[in-house]
Nanobody, 115 residues
């Protein structure tokens, strides 16, 4: 069993920056791929970024060049650094951890980009 808790949500102006955090606990290990999805109002959930236990990173094209995913293995925490924010980044951001047929999700954190 893995528990995921997101934090760092809130609001920011266009062009600003924010960092989201996701702390994992329970039976988490290096075989998990951890990452972020988001779901905007009226839209389907979409992939944003992921990072493997070996540090291999994947980013969605819509955020490439603006967002960065990183992790702190000692703290069992991943981060999503968001730069040059746009209004279309407004969404609920959800943390996920996946290992073979196991998938765990956090409750999500709301993030709004507006002037």
């Amino acid at each position: 069993q893995v528990q995921l808790v997101e934090s760092g949500g809130g609001s920011e102006q266009p062009g600003g920056s924010l960092r989201l955090s996701c702390a994992a606990s329970g039976d988490i290990h290096n075989g998990y791929i951890m990452g972020w999805y988001r779901q905007a109002p009226g839209s389907k959930r979409e992939f944003i970024a992921s990072i493997t236990g070996d540090g291999v990173v994947s980013l969605a094209r819509c955020v490439e060049g603006r967002f960065t995913i990183s992790k702190d293995n000692a703290k069992e925490t991943i981060y999503l650094q968001q730069n040059r924010l746009k209004p279309e980044d407004t969404a609920i951001y959800l943390c996920t951890a996946t290992y073979t047929f196991y998938s765990f999700w956090g409750q999500g954190t709301q993030f709004t980009v507006a002037s």
